[in-house]
Nanobody, 119 residues
C-alpha cells in the first residue's frame, strides 16, 4: 500500500521557479525505491519528466532546468523547476512503484498538482 501527496504547484511567470513536493507513506512505500515525476497537459498524454533511482533521468525538454531529488528523513520527493516556460504548464504527478522497487509492475499515482506558467 502506497499513498502519495503532491504540493507546491501554482501560477508562476515565465522564467520563474517552483518546487514541487511529494510525500509518500504506506506499508509498501520506500523513498529509496525508483520514483518519478510525470506531467499531463490538457488533451495530451501523460509524459515522464524526471525519474530517480541509482541516478537521475530527465526528459530532454527539461534537462538543465529541472532537478529531481529526495529527502529520506522526510520521505519526500522534490522537483525543482527553474526557467519555467509556458509549455511546462500541466498537471504534475508523483509516481512510485506499485509493487517492488521499480516500475516493472506498475505505478502508484498521487492526486497531482497544477503548474501554470504565463506572462
Amino acid at each position: 500500500q502506497v499513498q502519495l501527496v503532491e504540493s507546491g504547484g501554482g501560477w508562476v511567470q515565465i522564467g520563474g521557479s517552483l518546487r514541487l513536493s511529494c510525500v509518500g507513506s504506506g506499508s509498501d512505500f520506500s523513498i529509496n525505491n525508483a520514483m518519478a515525476w510525470y506531467r499531463q497537459a490538457p488533451g495530451e498524454e501523460r509524459e515522464l519528466v524526471a525519474s530517480i533511482s541509482s541516478g537521475a533521468y530527465y526528459d530532454h525538454s527539461v534537462k538543465g532546468r529541472f532537478t529531481i531529488s529526495r529527502d529520506s528523513a522526510k520521505n519526500t520527493l522534490y522537483l525543482q523547476m527553474n526557467s519555467l516556460k509556458p509549455e511546462d504548464t500541466a498537471m504534475y504527478y508523483c509516481a512510485a512503484p506499485r509493487h517492488g522497487s521499480d516500475f516493472s509492475k506498475g505505478h502508484t499515482w498521487g492526486q497531482g498538482t497544477q503548474v501554470t506558467v504565463s506572462s
